[in-house]
Structures are given as C-alpha cells and as structure tokens.
C-alpha cells in the first residue's frame, strides 16, 4: 500500500461538495486521514471562495487507475473537464504525491507543483503531515510552510464535520 496525499477544493456547494466526495473517497479508499478545512478566496479570478482541505489515504492503484477513479468522483460530482484552470468547481481532486514518486507518471507530475505555489495546498499538508518529507526537495512540509510566504493567497481555518 502506498500513502497518497490529495487536496480537495471546492467553492460551488461547498459543504455538499466536500462531504459528498469525502463519502466516495472512503467507499473506494476505506480510512482518510483529513487535515482542517481551509476557505480562501478565489486565486487568478473573480469566483466565490473556497474550502479546501488535504486527504492522505492509502491505496494499491497505480497512478493511472487511481487518477481515473478521482476523475469518476469529480464528474459524479458535476466537474466538467476541459474548463478554464481558474475557474469555480463543484468539486477538484488533485493528487498531490503517491508515496516518494517523482516525474511523470501516466499523465501525473508527481509531486504536484502546486504544493509550494498555493497556501490553501500546502498549509493543510503540513497541517495533516507536518513531518512527512516532500518527495523532491527532502524537507518537511512544515518546515516548507514556514518558509514560503503566500502575500496574496488569505485564508483561514472553518469549522466542518464529516461525516
């Protein structure tokens, strides 16, 4: 089994959104591991804001299949592919790493650069696994986050139950 970290956003229904994929996440995953959930406002466009969160799970899936079974719960969820990148969602799953993986995997950079460009991925990651190790630059994700200033990317933590 392979740990995998994945971030969540969602700024349309928002709180169905979020538990609901959370629901299919653990039918098809079994036990998550969940950071706090985190609104932030919309980044690189004028959008309601978001709640995001980061999701470590375990699974067997290569890359490939677990992107493709993520792509099923983002469509069961209305999200639509081929959208502009900065735009509302209902629901976005990325997958952040798959264990220590780097480079191109099936289609996935692993690990997803996202992880030092956005608060609202790598807050929650150091949140949930503050001394977990980024699986290209060797530090962990606290330290990382101590280190990297966001300016322009506000956010703060929300209250939120599941399930």
């Given at each position: 089994?392979t740990?995998?970290?994945?971030?969540?956003?969602?700024?349309?229904?928002?709180?169905?959104?979020?538990?609901?994929?959370?629901d299919?996440?653990?039918?098809?995953?079994?036990?998550?591991?969940?950071?706090?959930?985190?609104e932030?406002?919309?980044?690189?466009f004028?959008?309601?804001?978001?709640?995001?969160l980061?999701?470590?799970l375990?699974?067997?899936?290569p890359?490939?299949?677990?992107a493709?079974?993520?792509?099923?719960?983002?469509?069961?969820h209305?999200?639509?592919?081929?959208?502009?990148?900065?735009?509302?969602?209902t629901l976005?799953i990325?997958?952040?790493?798959?264990?220590?993986?780097?480079?191109?995997?099936?289609?996935v950079?692993?690990?997803?650069?996202?992880i030092l460009?956005h608060?609202?991925?790598?807050?929650?990651?150091?949140?949930?696994a503050?001394?977990?190790?980024?699986?290209?630059f060797?530090?962990?994700?606290a330290?990382l986050f101590n280190?990297?200033r966001?300016?322009?990317?506000?956010?703060?933590?929300?209250?939120?139950?599941?399930?």
């Amino acid at each position: 089994m392979t740990t995998v970290f994945l971030s969540l956003g969602s700024n349309i229904d928002r709180q169905h959104n979020i538990g609901s994929g959370l629901d299919d996440l653990a039918a098809a995953f079994g036990e998550l591991r969940l950071s706090p959930v985190y609104e932030s406002e919309a980044v690189g466009f004028k959008g309601s804001p978001f709640f995001n969160l980061v999701v470590a799970l375990d699974t067997d899936l290569p890359v490939a299949e677990l992107a493709d079974r993520l792509r099923d719960i983002e469509r069961a969820h209305g999200r639509v592919r081929g959208e502009k990148k900065f735009a509302s969602r209902t629901l976005d799953i990325d997958i952040l790493t798959y264990g220590d993986l780097t480079g191109e995997f099936d289609g996935v950079s692993l690990p997803r650069d996202e992880i030092l460009k956005h608060a609202f991925v790598l807050r929650p990651l150091a949140d949930l696994a503050p001394y977990a190790m980024h699986p290209q630059f060797g530090r962990t994700y606290a330290a990382l986050f101590n280190e990297y200033r966001f300016p322009e990317q506000r956010l703060w933590q929300v209250p939120f139950v599941w399930p």
